[in-house]
């Protein structure tokens, strides 16, 4: 199994950006990693997915952030990125990172615990 580092939050003005970063550590091979993905969750709101990737490379996004948020990932470091720019103060919200991980007779869910973005006004 495995477990999941987030690192790249923190506070910036409106307008700015920030890169977050997710480390997939472990017992895991890249090859049995279907998706990585980002989600949030902004106070007295429901968690919500932002972006995902696929094994196949490829990505989707939440509405409210297409055009200023890209989510990328380095296969061979078991690392995700979301890449957020232009980012409005409703982005703020605490951002886990999420994995899933199948082989031939198991699946597993990972999650990180988190990390706060805040984005003021």
């Known amino acids: 199994q495995a477990h999941v580092v987030e690192s790249g939050g923190g506070l910036v003005q409106a307008g700015g950006s920030l890169r977050l970063s997710c480390v997939l550590s472990g017992s895991v091979s890249y090859f049995s990693i279907k998706h990585m993905a980002w989600y949030r969750q902004a106070p007295e709101k429901e968690r919500e997915l932002v972006a995902i990737i696929r094994d196949d490379n490829s990505t989707q996004y939440t509405d409210s952030v297409k055009g200023r948020f890209t989510i990328s990932r380095d296969i061979v470091k078991n690392t995700a990125y979301l890449q957020m720019d232009s980012l409005i103060p409703e982005d703020t919200a605490v951002y886990s990172c999420?994995?899933?991980?199948?082989?031939?007779?198991?699946?597993?869910?990972?999650w990180g615990q988190g990390i706060q973005v805040t984005v003021s006004s």
């Open positions: 999420n994995a899933r991980e199948e082989l031939p007779n198991k699946r597993f869910t990972y």
